[in-house]
């Protein structure tokens, strides 16, 4: 087992605890901001209801920024207010209004999920983190204990990117955030905190402290309402420890929460110091060759024929121009080879590569993709007929396309 963590890191004063949860959720109560799923839940009396409420907004929050989430989840609460109207929708609707949104698998398992409470779980959701975690695809220990703390008052911690840059910060925590054994202690830490008789409020409380004032540069340390709680800061305001530790402080180079020795304190970071991550690997590199086949449509409007991705690997069962990638190095006559033969399953006529008009290219940058679209257009005359043995397509107008489900990258394209 591993040595347990030493006592500077650790909140174990019963009486620095209780000011903490006093401390923050006083600031929460007075400054929290007004954001559509905390008004919904708040004003909804049927904890499932409630519960289905805050899941939609923390899986539409993962990866993703409020400003951005605000819009999307306020269209999906009015389009399917209750898991089970959510359940009758199809994937094709549920990939429509995620569109733009990102981690499109996101909204996938989120309605996959709500066809499982109604169909396996007579409508009811599980109401402890434990039973969502195990029951429910796509729900993990972080959105587990967020809706059984918030819906169903059970006291469980959360911890998300916001938790784990205060918790670091309370407690000096410089080793790897990123690693496990780090993560497993601040969800003991978060538990350990959590207060409870408002969980819910506890766990929202941290992650605001951590959206708008513990933020990762330039913190208002000022404004913090737990700031005499923060080890960081005493370190900043006071500088290094002595080089004889007193009984707050780790053993020289032992601890597996502190700075590595290689790392150590920079006095210029101040609380920045921490978290630290390990280095993120870059993105991998991909190109791939897009091409917008355009026909005139029966009132002269121009259409364009959009074809389904597969059902599973990135950007699942959206909808794109046809596209195929591209080999590293590949000369742009030999780019051209390639998407004429793709493109000649999709018209059922040979198409010269010649024909193919180079448009320019289009960068999208997915987590761990740095994608580069070589756009080409290519003006079709008289009809098409598509081949239904082949993946699902069709022919869209402008206005069509946009209210399909397609990525933020294939509107770049258009």
Same mark, same amino acid.
């Given at each position: 087992?591993? =040595?347990?963590?030493? =006592?500077?890191?650790?909140?174990?004063?019963?009486?620095?605890?209780?000011?903490?949860?006093?401390?923050?959720? =006083?600031? #929460?109560?007075?400054?929290?901001?007004?954001?559509?799923?905390?008004? /919904?839940?708040?004003?909804?009396?049927?904890?499932?209801?409630?519960?289905?409420?805050?899941?939609?907004?923390?899986?539409?929050?993962?990866?993703?920024?409020?400003?951005?989430?605000?819009? #999307? #989840?306020? $269209?999906?609460?009015?389009?399917?207010?209750?898991?089970?109207?959510?359940?009758?929708?199809?994937?094709?609707?549920?990939?429509?209004?995620?569109?733009?949104?990102?981690?499109?698998? $996101?909204? %996938?398992?989120?309605?996959?999920?709500?066809? %499982?409470?109604?169909?396996?779980?007579?409508?009811?959701?599980?109401?402890?983190?434990?039973? &969502?975690? %195990?029951?429910?695809?796509?729900?993990?220990?972080?959105?587990?204990?967020?809706?059984?703390?918030?819906?169903?008052?059970?006291?469980?911690?959360?911890?998300?990117?916001?938790?784990?840059?205060?918790?670091?910060?309370?407690?000096?925590?410089?080793?790897?955030?990123?690693?496990? =054994?780090?993560i497993e202690r601040l969800w003991d830490m978060a538990n350990a905190l959590v207060d409870r008789s408002r969980p819910g409020d506890f766990n929202q409380a941290l992650m605001e402290l951590g959206a708008t004032?513990?933020?990762?540069?330039?913190?208002?340390?000022?404004?913090?309402?737990?700031?005499?709680?923060?080890?960081?800061? $005493?370190?900043?305001?006071?500088?290094?420890?002595? !080089?004889?530790?007193?009984?707050?402080?780790?053993?020289?180079?032992?601890?597996?929460?502190?700075? !590595?020795?290689?790392?150590?304190?920079?006095?210029?970071?101040?609380?920045?110091?921490?978290?630290? %991550?390990?280095?993120?690997?870059?993105?991998?590199?991909?190109?791939?060759?897009?091409?917008?086949?355009? $026909?005139?449509?029966?009132?002269?409007?121009?259409?364009?024929?959009?074809?389904?991705? !597969?059902?599973?690997?990135?950007?699942?069962?959206?909808?794109?121009?046809?596209?195929?990638?591209?080999?590293?190095?590949?000369?742009?006559?030999?780019?051209?080879?390639?998407?004429?033969?793709?493109?000649?399953?999709?018209?059922?006529?040979?198409?010269?590569?010649?024909?193919?008009?180079?448009?320019?290219?289009?960068?999208?940058?997915?987590?761990?993709?740095?994608?580069?679209?070589?756009?080409?257009? &290519?003006?079709?005359?008289?009809?098409?007929?598509?081949?239904?043995? /082949?993946?699902?397509?069709?022919?869209?107008?402008?206005?069509?396309?946009?209210?399909?489900?397609?990525?933020?990258?294939?509107?770049?394209?258009?």
């Amino acid at each position: 087992a591993p =040595a347990p963590p030493p =006592a500077q890191h650790l909140f174990s004063d019963p009486a620095e605890i209780e000011a903490l949860r006093g401390n923050l959720l =006083a600031w #929460y109560d007075k400054c929290k901001r007004d954001l559509p799923w905390r008004r /919904l839940a708040a004003a909804e009396p049927d904890a499932d209801r409630r519960a289905y409420a805050v899941w939609v907004s923390e899986i539409m929050l993962q990866q993703t920024q409020v400003a951005t989430v605000i819009d #999307y #989840y306020n $269209r999906w609460m009015q389009k399917w207010p209750t898991l089970q109207a959510l359940a009758q929708a199809s994937l094709e609707e549920v990939n429509e209004l995620w569109a733009g949104l990102g981690y499109y698998s $996101r909204g %996938k398992r989120l309605q996959e999920a709500a066809r %499982k409470v109604v169909s396996e779980l007579a409508g009811q959701m599980p109401r402890t983190a434990e039973d &969502l975690q %195990k029951l429910l695809p796509g729900v993990g220990r972080y959105t587990a204990g967020a809706i059984a703390s918030m819906s169903y008052g059970q006291a469980t911690g959360v911890v998300d990117g916001n938790v784990i840059r205060v918790l670091c910060r309370l407690r000096c925590i410089g080793a790897d955030s990123s690693s496990p =054994a780090v993560i497993e202690r601040l969800w003991d830490m978060a538990n350990a905190l959590v207060d409870r008789s408002r969980p819910g409020d506890f766990n929202q409380a941290l992650m605001e402290l951590g959206a708008t004032v513990c933020v990762p540069k330039a913190p208002l340390c000022g404004e913090c309402p737990v700031k005499q709680h923060c080890r960081a800061r $005493r370190r900043k305001l006071f500088g290094k420890p002595a !080089p004889v530790p007193d009984v707050e402080d780790c053993g020289v180079g032992s601890c597996p929460l502190c700075p !590595p020795a290689a790392e150590p304190w920079d006095s210029s970071l101040g609380v920045t110091n921490f978290p630290r %991550k390990a280095a993120k690997k870059p993105p991998r590199a991909a190109r791939t060759a897009t091409c917008v086949l355009e $026909r005139r449509g029966c009132h002269g409007a121009p259409e364009y024929l959009i074809v389904q991705r !597969p059902s599973s690997g990135l950007l699942a069962g959206l909808w794109e121009f046809p596209s195929l990638p591209l080999a590293q190095g590949l000369q742009e006559e030999k780019q051209r080879e390639v998407l004429a033969d793709h493109l000649r399953a999709w018209t059922g006529r040979p198409v010269v590569a010649g024909g193919l008009r180079f448009i320019g290219e289009v960068v999208h940058i997915f987590s761990h993709i740095h994608q580069t679209y070589v756009v080409y257009s &290519l003006p079709l005359d008289g009809d098409v007929t598509l081949d239904p043995a /082949l993946s699902p397509s069709r022919w869209v107008t402008e206005k069509e396309f946009h209210a399909s489900a397609v990525s933020t990258a294939m509107k770049k394209v258009l």
